[in-house]
C-alpha cells in the first residue's frame, strides 16, 4: 500500500513540474541591467534545484541574479529574479524634458539623508525629497510623509517589501500630477522597518513639525504611537494596509482597508440574494481557523442558509458526493489568500457537474482560473491606464508589471485623496481603481473607507 501511494506521489509531483513550466509566463516580467527576467516567488518547500528545472536554467544562472542565494538558499515568500535568456534594449532618457534626474526604481531615499542634487533625476515638478535644498520660486511648500517597512537594511527582502515600494511608487506619479505653479509638494520618506523605537524616535523629535498628512504604517504598536502625536498635532493619519484598527477616539486616522466583518457582510449579503444555492466550504492547509470564515459559516447559519465542509483529500479523490447538493447549486468557497494552497484543488471543482462557483480571493485573479468566481475588492478598475502607464514608463524606464492588486495603484488614489479631500477641502476625481468612501461614527472617532464591491468573474 505504502509503495503505490509513494508511486502516485511521484506522479503527482511529475504533474506539478509539467504545470509549472506551463505557468511560467505568469510570472512578472521585468528587466534588470538589460536583461529580462521573471520576478519570482519563492513557494514553500521548494529548493534551488527544482526552482532551476521548473524554469529550465542553471542554479549558476539565478545565483549570479541573487548573489544572496549562495550563502543562505532560499527562503520562502521572497522574491528572486530569474533570466529569461532575452535581451532588453535600454531607452535613452529624455534630458531635454527634466529639470535635473527621476528617483531610479527600487531605490528608497531615506528622508533624514540629505541627497547630492546632481545624483538624483527629478522630472520637472515632480517630488523632491524633503531634505535637498531648492527654491521653490514662491510657491506654497506643502510637506507630506510616507512611513512603510521597505526593509531596506535587511539581507532578506520579503515580498511584503515589493508591495512596499509598489505602493510608494503610485504615490510618487501622484504628486508629480498633483505639482502645479502655486504649490510645491515635498514628501519625507521613512522606512520603519517592525521598529516601534523608530516611529518614537520621529515623535519624541522635531522631525515631522512642518508635515501636513501622513501615509503608510502598517504595525499595530507603531500606529498607536504615530495616531497620538497626530490627534496633539491635527495631522490626518492614512492607514493603506492595515485593518481592524480601533478607530474609537482617533479622529486623525482614516483606514482604508475593510474590517473582514465588513467584507462578510457584503459577501454574505450577495449569496443570500441566490435563489436554491448551496455552500461548501473547502478546509485548505489553513483549515477553518481564518475568523472570517468562522463568522461567515454563523451568518449563513442565521440565516437559514445550507453549507457543508468538504476535507481537501476529499476533494482531490473526487469523493465529493456527501457534500454537494445535486438539485441546487453550489458555491465552493476556499478559504485561503495564497494560491498554490488550493490550486490542485480547482480542476478537481471544474469536473463536478453541479459546481457553479468559486468564492476566491482577489489575490487570485492574475491566474487563469476557468471557473465563474466571486470576490470582494476594492481594487477594481475600469479605467483607461493608457496616460497613467505612460507617465509610469517614462518616470522609472520600465514596463509596468500587472500584478494583482496594482498596490501601485492604491499609493496614486490614496496620495490623491490626502491632496484633494484633506488638505484642500476639494472633490476628488475619480480615482484610477474602486472609489474610497469615508464613514465615521461620530466626530471623536477615526474615518473607514466603507465602499466594498462584490466582483463576479
Known amino acids: ?6 508511486i502516485v506521489f511521484v506522479l503527482c509531483s511529475l504533474f506539478f513540474v509539467q504545470a509549472k513550466a506551463q505557468e511560467l509566463l505568469n510570472y512578472p516580467l521585468d528587466t534588470v541591467n538589460g536583461e529580462e527576467v521573471y520576478r519570482y516567488q519563492v513557494e514553500r518547500s521548494i529548493g534551488l534545484y527544482r526552482v532551476g528545472v521548473n524554469f529550465n536554467v542553471p542554479q549558476s544562472e539565478i545565483i549570479r541574479l541573487n ?7 532560499l527562503h520562502f515568500d521572497e522574491i528572486i529574479l530569474i533570466p529569461t535568456g532575452r535581451k532588453v534594449e535600454a531607452k535613452k532618457a529624455v534630458v531635454e524634458e527634466v529639470k535635473e534626474t527621476v528617483v531610479p526604481k527600487d531605490t528608497i531615499v531615506p528622508a533624514e539623508t540629505v541627497v547630492p542634487t546632481d545624483t538624483i533625476v527629478v522630472p520637472t515638478d515632480t517630488v523632491i525629497p524633503a531634505d535637498t535644498i531648492i527654491v521653490p520660486d514662491g510657491r506654497r511648500v506643502i510637506e507630506l510623509a510616507l512611513m512603510l517597512p521597505f526593509e531596506s537594511q535587511q539581507t532578506k527582502r520579503s515580498g511584503n517589501a515589493e508591495r512596499m515600494m509598489e505602493f510608494y511608487e503610485g504615490a510618487l506619479l501622484a504628486l508629480h500630477d498633483l505639482q502645479n505653479d502655486s504649490i510645491l509638494y515635498r514628501l519625507r520618506v521613512y522606512d520603519t522597518e517592525r521598529s516601534e523605537r523608530k516611529v518614537q524616535e520621529l515623535c519624541d523629535s522635531t522631525e515631522l513639525d512642518s508635515v501636513k498628512a501622513i501615509l503608510g504604517l502598517v504595525y499595530p504598536i507603531q500606529i498607536t504611537r504615530m495616531a ?5 498635532h491635527q495631522v490626518p493619519l492614512f492607514l493603506p494596509f492595515s485593518d481592524d484598527v480601533n ?3 482617533h479622529p486623525q486616522i482614516h483606514q482604508f482597508n475593510s474590517p473582514d466583518a465588513d467584507e462578510v457582510e457584503a459577501l454574505a449579503q450577495w449569496i443570500a440574494q441566490r435563489e436554491d444555492r448551496h455552500c461548501v466550504f473547502v478546509d485548505t492547509k489553513e483549515a477553518d481557523m481564518t475568523p472570517s470564515m468562522r463568522l461567515l459559516r454563523k451568518k449563513l447559519k442565521a440565516q437559514e442558509i445550507p453549507y457543508s465542509s468538504l476535507a481537501l483529500h476529499d476533494l482531490l479523490n473526487d469523493s ?7 438539485f441546487q447549486e453550489n458555491i465552493f468557497i476556499l478559504h485561503s489568500d495564497r494560491y498554490h494552497h488550493v490550486r490542485m484543488a480547482l480542476p478537481h471543482i471544474a469536473k463536478i457537474q453541479v459546481a457553479k462557483l468559486l468564492v476566491s480571493q482577489y489575490a487570485w485573479q492574475r491566474e487563469n482560473i476557468n471557473m465563474h468566481q466571486v470576490y470582494t475588492s476594492k481594487f477594481v478598475t475600469d479605467t483607461d491606464l493608457t496616460e497613467y502607464d505612460r507617465l509610469w514608463e517614462d518616470t522609472y524606464t520600465n514596463t509596468h508589471v500587472s500584478d494583482m492588486p496594482r498596490y501601485d495603484l492604491l499609493g496614486y488614489d490614496l496620495m490623491r485623496e ?8 476639494e472633490n476628488n476625481k ?3 481603481q474602486s472609489p474610497i468612501v469615508w464613514e465615521s461614527e461620530s466626530e471623536q472617532d477615526g474615518w473607514q473607507n466603507t465602499y466594498i464591491q462584490i466582483v463576479e468573474k
Open 247 to 249: 478607530l474609537k477616539n
Open 67 to 73: 548573489p544572496q542565494l549562495r550563502e543562505r538558499g
Open 430 to 432: 475619480q480615482p484610477l
Open 1 to 6: 500500500m505504502r509503495s503505490k501511494l509513494f
Open 418 to 425: 490626502i491632496v484633494h479631500i484633506v488638505l484642500h477641502q
Open 228 to 232: 497620538a502625536w497626530c490627534e496633539a
Open 320 to 326: 465529493v458526493g456527501y457534500a454537494v447538493d445535486s
